[in-house]
C-alpha cells in the first residue's frame, strides 16, 4: 500500500492558526492538490478536519486533462462524533465515504451514519486501530491514500512508520501562535535522534513564491 502525507504550512511550521484557520495553499498549489487527489484510491483525515473544515474532499480543481475521479473517503473517528449534516456525509451516497469508529461509538450512532451512504468500520478498543483500518480497506481495492489530516492524525500514521512520502508545501508566511497547529503534533519524539528520517526527493517552485518539497523517509 502506497501511503502519500500531503500538507500545506508557513515557513514556521504552522498549518493552521490559533483560530483554526488553514487557507494557506494558493490557488495554483490547490490545483496541484486535487490532481494529487484524483490519482490515489483513498484520502484520510481525522474527525477534527471535518468538524473545523467541513471539506468535501472530492476532486474539483483539477486540470481538464486530469480525470475527475473522487477518492474514496476515509474518516478516523473513535467516537463517531461526525455531523449528520456534514458535506462528507450528506454525499455519502454519491461518494463513497468510509467512517472508522472504535468500540467507544454507540451502535445507534453507528446505524445513523449507515443510514446516511457512509460504510462504517469498527476497529480499536479506545483509538482506531489504523493498520487494520488499512488491511480493511486494501481488500476493498483500496491501494494508494493520501492523508490529509491535521497534525494528530499525521503523527499516527509517522510514528507507526506507515508513510511511504511526505509532500509540504511551504507558504511564504509567518503566523506565530504556541497553540496553532504544527505539521505531526502527538506525543513527538523524546529525542532529535529518534525522529523520523526523510530523504528529500524534489523541490518544486511555484509562482507565488511557495515551495513543494518532496520526501521519502529513510531507514
Known amino acids: 500500500m502506497q501511503i502519500t502525507v500531503n500538507a500545506a504550512m508557513t515557513v514556521d511550521g504552522k498549518i493552521a492558526t490559533i ?4 487557507e494557506i495553499s494558493s490557488e495554483e498549489d490547490l ?8 490519482s490515489v484510491d483513498g ?25 475527475r475521479k473522487h477518492p474514496v473517503r476515509i474518516i478516523i473517528d473513535s467516537t463517531g462524533k461526525i455531523p449528520l449534516d456534514s458535506q462528507v456525509l450528506r454525499t455519502a451516497s454519491k461518494v463513497k465515504t ?13 446505524s445513523k451514519i449507515e443510514k446516511m451512504g457512509a460504510v462504517v468500520i469498527v476497529s480499536g478498543k479506545k ?7 488499512l488491511s480493511t ?9 493520501l492523508v490529509e489530516g491535521g497534525g494528530e492524525i499525521n503523527w499516527s500514521f509517522f510514528s507507526q512508520g506507515l508513510v511511504n512520502e511526505l509532500i509540504v ?9 504556541r497553540q496553532a497547529t504544527t505539521l505531526v503534533e502527538g506525543e513527538g519524539y523524546p529525542s532529535i535522534s529518534s525522529g523520523v528520517k526523510l530523504q528529500l526527493q524534489k523541490v518544486q517552485m511555484q509562482t ?10 529513510r531507514n
Open 31 to 38: 490545483s496541484r492538490v486535487h490532481e494529487l487527489r484524483a
Open 98 to 110: 468510509i467512517v472508522a469508529v472504535t468500540e467507544l461509538a454507540h451502535t445507534d450512532t453507528i
Open 19 to 22: 483560530l483554526g484557520n488553514s
Open 169 to 177: 508545501t511551504i507558504a511564504p508566511r509567518i503566523v506565530g501562535g
Open 127 to 133: 483509538t482506531v486501530n489504523l493498520k487494520k483500518v
Open 208 to 217: 507565488n513564491g511557495e515551495l513543494v518539497l518532496y520526501y521519502k523517509p
Open 43 to 67: 484520502i484520510v483525515v481525522g474527525i477534527s478536519t471535518v468538524l473545523v473544515d467541513d471539506p468535501r474532499l472530492t476532486v474539483r480543481l483539477a486540470t481538464k486533462q486530469v480525470r
Open 137 to 145: 480497506v486494501k481488500k476493498m481495492g483500496i491501494k494508494k491514500i
